[in-house]
């Protein structure tokens, strides 16, 4: 009886390691190419008590410098960001945030208000596979799947990624358990320069009113942090593309009214951050490069501390070394993208999969 | 529902435990109020289809039976009271009593299914037809629902009553048994067409959870997955790829796509028979096979004979042999050995009932011309080597190679390719285009036709023709196996060791090497705006 | 008993029918072999053998055969 109740437990081990080495071998690494998947992750590597976190897209996981802000403000901050960052991503990250730590401020780049209904499956997965579990993740995936998908394949990864077993490479067996960072407290950075040339108007949209279920969630964000004694702070990054309508500004300006928020659009901004889109961004005007990253952290870190009194934490221990080795990282990267500019023309390694 | 999807794997776990969890007198009322639930799920409307069937053909033999049994316990008593011929007679009237409530309920029951499934058909051949006498306008198509497996549960009911009957078995007493008899959910898609004296065996008996039974069960359910995902899943990306452009795929190409649907249909279909006959078997419940290694059939006869099996004998018992046995066949037989001389005279009504028997089979399987098409050249081909027997005893007396490795190998062969070729009306749009295809191959060969290239550019990558290829050794092997006996019983008779390694290697080759969900690939993340 | 061996040693000569059982089941018999078999007996015996009586028990041996013909000759019940 022993012995079979033995191998029955042997059995079931084997078979769980089997599917466990099956699942990490097989789910995408983002460690090369395209790293915004890995992003989500690794905050939770790190020391928590933030003062300032920002939960959004693009529009800020390029734009702002934690590492900056913190070698110039003292401010403790980190990026919770991922491509294409639905609202009910970010109100469901910041749930998370706020059960896990207590921030002065949460920022919110409000770009994604025009965002209504789930997008694409493959940005759902970079946002929502990095959480760990928790109800907010289930809330996140019950809010962003599109009709192809399934709860059971955030459950079992596998059933998603299986089929990549034709398309594994050398990163996969490399980076199988343990991966590299690849952002700086969420911030992904990039050195080179394209500057933004005719950058076109928006067209003409038929309705300008942003949806009912972007709006649902915007009031969830409120409330979370008027509840949780959060500071929620509504910006709208200074890039110039995705276009920004006036009508979009209006309605922000109008519930950050009505619900008593700060909201900062930044594209009012750039000539007082200096912002030169000749060498401020990398691709033409969407993002910016870590110059105008480092600008618009300039600025922006000057509004918190004068307006929001976000205390200068420099001179606590432990915050000193995380950040030194975090500005370690940051410096080593600077240097390898601007050597790899030099020698290739591209920020990108020669045999970097893309 | 389909069987490949997550909510047929849940919809399975919990009937599986329910089930178990029921005391035994509850499981067949609970298997009942499952299948009733599985068909919901695909569409409420389809319910009133089957319970119109399930009613008219339970209380239909009903009456049949009761009348039946009423006049024989009468007849018993009182035959002596009568002469020969009254006795006769009397028998007579009854079975014509009988013969009205019967037909009766066959034609409203077959009415069903040919209004369903035949109407737009219909429809379509007098529009062609009108419109080659120039008349312009036509009739409308009706939008008409088609209720999932109206083809397989009529049939079944169908059996049923005709063998009530005819006498050989009593009908069901209870109107829910005969419900859970027409509407088996693992059955309900794809058949098999069980008989009402098979599975009535199982089907309402208690089962108590036995291991061994369960965990055959299982092993059968993840061999049908295997087949389906792995293999037929996969290649169906080629047939498709071959059948949709016909400009660039004939000659050779027809002929591997005839090849790749061979196995597709049969991974296919197999491994959704392999999961019905497991579901069941998990259950207790004992499904009628309806495949024996088709692909090795030595001739177009025998391959009808394991290849949709309750199919074939569906048509043979009900259909075949009624025609053939026939008053009229009879007579037109006398006939025709005056007329034609014993020899041929004695094949026609044969061959007039065997083509009878293929244009239902034909028009059963769609409301198409292809299939008839189809159904009618499986009839050509089973005459012609009806015909050429004489030929075939010549020969082997002539030349000694019946028995011989090569000479089944080629018989084999050469049934695998006639049915293939056959199986090409499954596929094209239309007949025409078929044999357009089909002479194709013989034409429009050319060598250059067997690059890899052209094969990768139907949606396959090497990666998948090579799991599709070990797929198919593992199938062909497993086949050889199973010619002296249950695989699973072989391997029941391994170390626990091996058979671990074994039944979690299939899981995790159909885990992985399934083609199913969302293909992932890197490319799909092309970054753009955001 | 004579004139149905011979009806079934035309359709199979290579069989010996006073002694082969599993006719059906064995599948020397297919379904074309039955139906000639019954049109065959009709022409000989005058008999009538309805599709009801097509069961393979009816047809797996020469025997079983001939009781069929018997039993229908015989007539009644």
Redesign the interface.
Known sequence: MLKKSL?VIL?IA??VS??WF?TKL?E?KYMS??L??AMISEYYDDPTDHNVVFIG??ELYENISPVYLWNNYGINSYIRGS??QLIWQSYYLAEETIRLEHPDAIVFNVLSMKYNEPQN???NR?TIDGMRWSSSKVGSINASMTD???F??YVFP??????????LNADDWDYLVNRDKVSFNGYYMRVDEKPAEDVPEGRPLTDYQFGDNAYYYLDKLTKLCKDNDVELILVKAPTL??YWYDEWDQQMIDYAKSNDLTYINFLNLQDEMGLDWNKDTYDGG?HLNLSGAEKMSDYFGKVLVEEFNIPDRRGEAELDSYWNTVNDRYELEKERQTNNLELYGTVHDPDE?K | MLFTS?EFIGFLLAVFVIYYLLPGKMQWPFLLLASYAFYFIADPRYLIFIAVTSVTTFFAAKAISDKKIAFDTWFKGHKKEYEKEERKALKAAEKSKEKKIFLACLLLNLGILAVTKYTNFTIANINSIMSTFGSENGISFVDLIIPMGISFYTFQSMGYLIDVYNGKHEAQDNLFKYGLFVSFFPQLVQGPISRYSDLSKTLYEEHRFNWRTVSFGLERILWGFFKKLVIADRILVAVQAIIADTDTYNGFYAFAGAMFYALELYADFTGGIDITIGVAETMGIKVTENFIRPYFSKNIKEYWNRWHITMGTWFTDYIFYPISASQFMMKLSKKSRAKLGNNLGKRVPVYLSSFIVWFTTGIWHGASWNFIVWGLGNFVVIMISQELDPFYRWFHSKVKVAGTFGWKLFQVVRTVLIMSSLRMFDCYRDVPLTFKMFGSIFTDFSPSQLKVEAFTGMGL?V??YAVVFVGMLILVGVSLVQRSGSVREKIATLS?PIR?VIW?GLF?AT????????????S??I?N?? | MEELLEILGDLHPEVDFTTATGLVDGGILDSFDIVSLISEINEEFDVTIGAAELTPENFNSAEAIYALIKAKLDDED
């Open positions: 191998a059995s084997v078979a089997g599917l099956a097989l995408p190419g395209i915004e998947g897209d693009c491509a294409q499956e493959a940005y970079m192809e998908e399934n059971i394949e596998i059933l998603r990624y299986h089929s990549r077993w034709s398309d593309y995705p969407l999969n | 997550y990558t990666y998948d626990a671990f979690y995790m885990l992985i090497f399934g083609a199913y969900g969302i293909g992932y690939s890197a799909q993340f970054y705006q955001f």
